[in-house]
Structure formats: structure tokens, C-alpha cells
């Protein structure tokens, strides 16, 4: 360990600053941003808006959200082989700041959609790389490290609260654009705040880890990485030169559906390599087969909470009575609730589960999860309520959204940083920032699933609105109650990691 990174702050590495302000400012150009988008996407063409249908729309927002989550999977790998996680967050960040500019100056639809692919990919390099180097700050695991992704999480969040709130009050005074850049100066203060403090990460994820074990390559990459990085790059360049001439289609509803179909898909192959053919040994053969069951509760997890950014915030806009002393509160700040909620509760969160475990009472992460999936699913019974009174004609207080972004709120945090926690601990250090990868793909499947569910959400169908939010408690309802009847096996599986 290097003496920048055996510096510590209130008993936590240096290096965790640097990643908390790095992330901060990355979430708030990120979820900036994403509080617009839909609303963008419906509004009509005369206030500047692409006019869409809701169906469109949403198939569109999960598909955006959705990919940033799959492109983790690749980024993660990137960092692991190529380019070691330090550089990855730094070229990551340098490409969402480009994609963001794009967005604000965006001549027409297609230079738009561009900047939507080039922050995803820019998105993959960045996130999975820079969770990565938290648990690399923290080699000895166990509680402590859950703290620190919890403190973590927290600049996250800070970050989520202050996007929204920014970027939803330019966009209303000075139209989307003003919005959009808002997000391209975030990000580009994340790069320089990473320049800055870089040396108080000291080796952590300086240098790409041996694919063969868990030591860090000193040499170049490895060539046959960087051919299959060049075919991706042609690939993808080849797709958009096709989209942006006409000559192929894409139908962003039919599109939700092949994806949601392909990135199962390749969760399935990822656990099968693992599994199969990365030569692990028995326990952790085990470990992984846990991590797949955490992998399929996350995904529905983030299936009904990403109804956020989607449904929910169309909710804010149509049918919550937004007046504040005269003024009428944008929709889009509905979307920071989630997130100062997580910088109240989030420190809370942590110091509970340090002082449960210190008494040997710490919840098992398969019992946190099941507590996750009830707070997702309590938020929607409110919400079904919400809709009953939109069902016989009134616009609803704003107390209702509130509460439902509470509840949703103390899911995610028995869930989210436990989830990327407990991936780090349940596959070997060399798989680390891929497998977080993985994880970001079960969001990615949650958002695409998220946005068929919103696309069913037919303003001219109000009567089926409360049925629809019930479902979604339901199926995280029998979803907690099946891990719960799994959790003796997986307490054999997990061999050891709580």
C-alpha cells in the first residue's frame, strides 16, 4: 500500500474523498439530465420538445438508462485488462463531458441521440472502474467496507440532489437546452476534481489487473484486448453512420424489446463464463451462484423503482397539484426527493449497520435485499392509493409522491450499496470491476423493464392506473418471499460472506 493510500479521514482511506466528489459530480450531470428527458421527449415540438407518445418515450428513457447500466459491463472489463480503473474514470469522464455538450447544442434530433450513445459509453468507462477502486481502498472487506460504499453512495446522492434542482430550473426559465448544459459543466468539474485528486489514491487502480490472477500487469495491454475493443469501435461507428443516414430503422418499442431479451441474455453467458470456463474453484464457484440469485432480485428490484424517472415523473408533471405560495414547482424536482433523502438517511444506514454488526446482529445481504424489495413495493400501495383519486377526478397533494420516494429511498438503501458491496466480496479480485459490471447490467435490465411497464401507462386509460401500481408491489412482494425461502441455501453459497 502506498503512503497516499494509507492516509485517512475520520477512519476512512483519503482516496474515498476523491471518489465521493468524483461521483458527485458525475451523478448530478447523470441524473440532471435524466430528470429532463422524458418530459423533453413529450413535449410538444412548439416549446421545443420532440413531441413523442408515451410509449415511445419511455421505450426511449429506458433504453438511454438502460444502456449506461449494460455499457458498465464492458467499461468494467476495459478497466480490468486495458486501461486499470484510474485511467478508465478519467477518459470516462472526459467522454460524458462531451456527450453533455452535445445534448446542449444539439442541431437537430439525430446530433441529440449521438450525445445520448456517447455519454453511455462514457458512462460504462467511468461507474463500474470508480466502485471499483472504493473496495480497493478497503482490501480487508467486512463492515467497514460496507460503510465506506455507503458513504459513497452518499456523494452519489448529493450529486442526484443537486442535478435535478439545477438543471429543472434552467431548463423551465431558459428552455432545454440551458437544462442540458447543466449537465456538461458538472461533469467537467468531476474530471478536473479527479485530476486534483488523483495521488490520494495511491495504487489503487493505477495499473490493469493479470487476467490469469490477481496481480497487476506491468506491460502494455494485452493485443488481443485491444482488437476486440478496434471491432467494437466499428461496429458501433458502422450502426450509427446507418441510423443517421435512414438507411436502418429503429423502432424504439421493438428495439426495448430485443434488448431486454439480448441483455439477458448475455447476464446468462457472463455467470456461465464464470461458472464454467474462468477456472475458479468450488467455493467460489458457490460464491457466484449466489451473486446470479442477488443479480435477478436486483433486477426486479429496479424494475418497479425506476418507474422514477418515468411514469412517476410523468405523474408529477399531469395529475400533483405543484403550487408552493404562488409558484409552481418544475416536476423535474420531484426527482431530487430520492436522493436528499439518501444524503439524510444514508450516514444513518451506515452507522446501523457497523454498530449491528459490532453486536453480531448485522442482517445478512439476502435479508437486506428482502428488505429492499418491501420498501419498493410499500411505495407503489401509496401510489396505487394516489391514483384512485386521479381516477375520480381530482390532482393529488404532493405529500403522495413524497412518501412514495421515502419508502423507495429505504429499499434502495438496504439494497443498492450492499449490492455493490457484497459483488466485490463474492468473486476474486481480478473479476472485481467487470463483475461490478454485471451488477450495473441487472440495473440496466431493471430500467429496460421499468420502461415497458411505464409505456403501459395510457393517459387516456386512467382507470387502470391504480391496478398497474399494485402490480408492481406484487411482484416485489413474491419476489421477497421467495428469497426469503432461499435463504438457507444461500447462506451455503455465500460461504462466509454475510
Same mark, same amino acid.
Given at each position: 500500500m502506498s503512503?497516499a493510500?494509507?492516509r ?5 482511506p483519503a482516496g474515498?474523498?476523491?471518489l465521493?466528489?468524483?461521483e ?6 447523470f441524473y440532471?439530465?435524466?430528470?429532463l428527458?422524458?418530459?423533453f421527449?413529450v413535449d +410538444?415540438?412548439?416549446? %421545443?420538445?420532440l413531441g @413523442?407518445d *408515451?410509449?415511445t418515450a =419511455?421505450?426511449?428513457? &429506458?433504453?438511454?438508462v438502460? #444502456?449506461?447500466f449494460l455499457?458498465c459491463l464492458?467499461?468494467?472489463?476495459i478497466?480490468?485488462?486495458v ?14 463531458t462531451l ?7 444539439a442541431?437537430s434530433t439525430?446530433?441529440f441521440?449521438?450525445?445520448l450513445?456517447v455519454?453511455?459509453?462514457?458512462t ?6 470508480a ?8 482490501p ?7 460503510a465506506?460504499?455507503?458513504?459513497y453512495?452518499?456523494?452519489?446522492n448529493?450529486g442526484?440532489?443537486?442535478g ?8 423551465v426559465?431558459y428552455g432545454?437546452?440551458a ?5 456538461a459543466?458538472?461533469?467537467a468539474?468531476?474530471?478536473? +476534481?479527479?485530476?486534483? %485528486?488523483r495521488?490520494l @489514491?495511491? *495504487?489503487?487502480?493505477l =495499473?490493469p489487473?493479470? &487476467?490469469a490472477?490477481d496481480? #497487476?500487469?506491468?506491460?502494455p ?5 485491444l ?6 469501435a466499428?461496429v458501433?461507428?458502422?450502426l ?5 443516414t435512414?438507411?436502418l430503422?429503429v423502432?424504439?418499442v421493438a ?15 457472463y455467470?456461465g463464463y464464470l461458472l464454467f ?7 467460489e464457484r458457490?460464491?457466484?451462484?449466489a451473486l446470479a440469485?442477488l443479480?435477478?432480485a436486483?433486477?426486479l ?5 425506476e ?8 405523474f408529477?408533471?399531469?395529475y400533483?397539484?405543484?403550487q408552493?405560495f404562488?409558484w409552481e ?5 420531484f426527482?431530487?426527493?430520492n436522493?436528499i433523502?439518501?444524503?439524510?438517511f %444514508?450516514?444513518?444506514?451506515s ?6 454488526a459490532?453486536?453480531r446482529l ?8 428482502i428488505l429492499?424489495?418491501l420498501?419498493m ?8 392509493a394516489?391514483?384512485r383519486l386521479?381516477v375520480?377526478?381530482h390532482t393529488v397533494?404532493?405529500?403522495?409522491l ?6 423507495h429511498t429505504w ?13 466485490t466480496?463474492l468473486?476474486p479480485?481480478r473479476?472485481?470491476s ?5 451488477f450495473?447490467?441487472s440495473l ?12 403501459d401507462?395510457?393517459?387516456t386509460?386512467?382507470a ?7 402490480f ?15 435463504m438457507?441455501l444461500m ?8
Amino acid at each position: 500500500m502506498s503512503p497516499a493510500h494509507s492516509r485517512t479521514i475520520f477512519g476512512h482511506p483519503a482516496g474515498l474523498a476523491t471518489l465521493f466528489f468524483t461521483e458527485m459530480w458525475e451523478r448530478l450531470s447523470f441524473y440532471g439530465m435524466r430528470a429532463l428527458l422524458i418530459l423533453f421527449l413529450v413535449d +410538444q415540438v412548439a416549446h %421545443g420538445g420532440l413531441g @413523442l407518445d *408515451d410509449r415511445t418515450a =419511455a421505450a426511449i428513457y &429506458g433504453l438511454y438508462v438502460g #444502456a449506461t447500466f449494460l455499457a458498465c459491463l464492458p467499461g468494467g472489463w476495459i478497466g480490468d485488462r486495458v486501461l486499470g480503473s484510474q485511467r478508465a474514470v478519467l477518459y470516462g469522464g472526459i467522454v460524458i463531458t462531451l456527450g453533455h455538450l452535445l445534448l446542449g447544442l444539439a442541431p437537430s434530433t439525430e446530433v441529440f441521440f449521438f450525445g445520448l450513445l456517447v455519454i453511455v459509453i462514457g458512462t460504462g468507462l467511468l461507474k463500474p472502474n470508480a466502485s471499483a477502486m472504493v473496495a480497493q481502498l478497503y482490501p480487508e472487506g467486512g463492515a467497514r467496507r460496507d460503510a465506506g460504499f455507503t458513504i459513497y453512495y452518499v456523494g452519489i446522492n448529493v450529486g442526484a440532489t443537486l442535478g435535478p434542482l439545477i438543471a429543472g430550473l434552467l431548463a423551465v426559465r431558459y428552455g432545454w437546452p440551458a437544462g442540458f448544459m447543466t449537465a456538461a459543466v458538472g461533469m467537467a468539474a468531476g474530471v478536473l +476534481q479527479f485530476l486534483w %485528486g488523483r495521488r490520494l @489514491l495511491g *495504487d489503487a487502480g493505477l =495499473a490493469p489487473m493479470s &487476467g490469469a490472477g490477481d496481480a #497487476a500487469l506491468t506491460g502494455p495491454p494485452p493485443r488481443a484486448a485491444l482488437r476486440w475493443i478496434a471491432l467494437a469501435a466499428v461496429v458501433i461507428s458502422v450502426l450509427v453512420v446507418l441510423v443517421w443516414t435512414g438507411t436502418l430503422h429503429v423502432a424504439p418499442v421493438a428495439l426495448q424489446a430485443v434488448s431486454t431479451q439480448a441483455i439477458l441474455g448475455i447476464a446468462v453467458l457472463y455467470f456461465g463464463y464464470l461458472l464454467f470456463a474462468a477456472g475458479l474453484t468450488r467455493i467460489e464457484r458457490l460464491r457466484v451462484l449466489a451473486l446470479a440469485v442477488l443479480f435477478v432480485a436486483s433486477v426486479l428490484f429496479w424494475a418497479g423503482y425506476e418507474q422514477t424517472g418515468s411514469s412517476l415523473n410523468l405523474f408529477a408533471e399531469r395529475y400533483t397539484d405543484r403550487q408552493l405560495f404562488g409558484w409552481e414547482i418544475p416536476a423535474s424536482w420531484f426527482q431530487s426527493l430520492n436522493p436528499i433523502y439518501i444524503v439524510v438517511f %444514508g450516514t444513518l444506514f451506515s452507522a446501523l449497520w457497523v454498530q449491528l454488526a459490532r453486536r453480531r446482529l448485522d442482517p445478512s445481504t439476502p435479508l437486506k435485499f428482502i428488505l429492499g424489495l418491501l420498501g419498493m413495493g410499500a411505495g407503489f400501495v401509496v401510489m396505487a392509493a394516489a391514483a384512485r383519486l386521479v381516477v375520480g377526478g381530482h390532482t393529488v397533494g404532493m405529500g403522495w409522491l413524497t412518501v412514495t420516494y421515502l419508502l423507495h429511498t429505504w429499499g434502495e438503501l438496504c439494497l443498492s450499496p450492499v449490492g455493490l458491496s457484497v459483488t466485490t466480496k463474492l468473486v476474486p479480485p481480478r473479476f472485481v470491476s467487470q463483475s461490478l459490471g454485471i451488477f450495473f447490467v441487472s440495473l440496466s435490465l431493471g430500467n429496460l423493464l421499468a420502461g415497458r411497464i411505464a409505456g403501459d401507462f395510457d393517459p387516456t386509460n386512467l382507470a387502470a392506473m391504480p391496478g398497474q401500481y399494485m402490480f408492481i408491489f406484487w411482484f416485489a412482494a413474491v419476489s421477497a418471499g421467495l428469497l426469503a425461502l432461499s435463504m438457507p441455501l444461500m447462506r451455503r453459497w455465500m460461504a462466509g460472506v454475510l
